[in-house]
Every structure is written in structure tokens, then in C-alpha cells.
């Protein structure tokens, strides 16, 4: 599975953005997803993850912003990013795995990363 990240880019602190991820393989429905962040200086950190069957899971600092969906039949995933803060920026990275690896920060495959700056 190769992932492609996209939608990154400069917001002001309080507005949207939708990330996406695009996924080859025939073999996409069948992995978990998930987004992770980087910001400068600091260790990645998980961001939320998606089941095959669309279950969802989110870290605290983005619960009630931020909502990962999956859309199989395109093989992506989304990350609307709503709310945001100056300290959301980081660049955002996908990844396919199973559930409980992407929570704790593991993955099968990762994609290249995609920035997102929030201005104050």
C-alpha cells in the first residue's frame, strides 16, 4: 500500500481545513487508518484512527475538532480539521495498520506528510 498526503497548508487560528490521503492497492478497505502529527522538535503523536468499519478513535487534544472518515470506495482517507489552533501545526502524516498499532503508534505503511501551519 502506497499512501499520498494532501491539503496541507497556512490557516488562521479558528478556521478549517481537510487533509486527505490517498491510498494504491486493492487491499486499502481492509487496513485501519490514521493520521499522525509532528510538530518542530517534538516527537510524532498519534491524531485519530478509523476501523474498516468506520470506528473511530481521537486523541484528547483533538476530540470534538477533528474528524477522520474513510471513503473505501476511493481509497482515502480524510482528516477535517476544524478550530484550529496555532498549536496544531505540525506536519500530518497517514498511515495503514491495524487499530490497536496505530494507537500506539505503530503502522504497516506510512504516506509522506503533508504541512499544516496555523497562524495566531
Known amino acids: 500500500v502506497q499512501l499520498q498526503a494532501s491539503g496541507g497548508g497556512l490557516v488562521q487560528a479558528g478556521g478549517s481545513l481537510r487533509i486527505s490521503c490517498a491510498a494504491s492497492?486493492?487491499?486499502?478497505?481492509?487496513?485501519?487508518m490514521g493520521w499522525f502529527r509532528q510538530a518542530p522538535g517534538k516527537e510524532r503523536e498519534f491524531v485519530a484512527s478509523?476501523?474498516?468499519?468506520?470506528?473511530?478513535h481521537y486523541a484528547d487534544s483533538v476530540k470534538g475538532r477533528f474528524t477522520i472518515s474513510r471513503d473505501n470506495a476511493k481509497n482515502t482517507v480524510y482528516l477535517q480539521m476544524n478550530s484550529l489552533k496555532p498549536e496544531d501545526t505540525a506536519v500530518y502524516y497517514c498511515?495503514?495498520?491495524?487499530?490497536?498499532?496505530?494507537?500506539?503508534?505503530?503502522?504497516?505503511?506510512w504516506g509522506q506528510g503533508t504541512l499544516v501551519t496555523v497562524s495566531s
Open positions: 498511515a495503514a495498520g491495524t487499530l490497536w498499532d496505530l494507537r500506539v503508534g505503530r503502522a504497516d505503511y
Open positions: 478509523i476501523s474498516w468499519s468506520a470506528h473511530t
Open positions: 492497492g486493492r487491499t486499502f478497505s481492509s487496513y485501519a
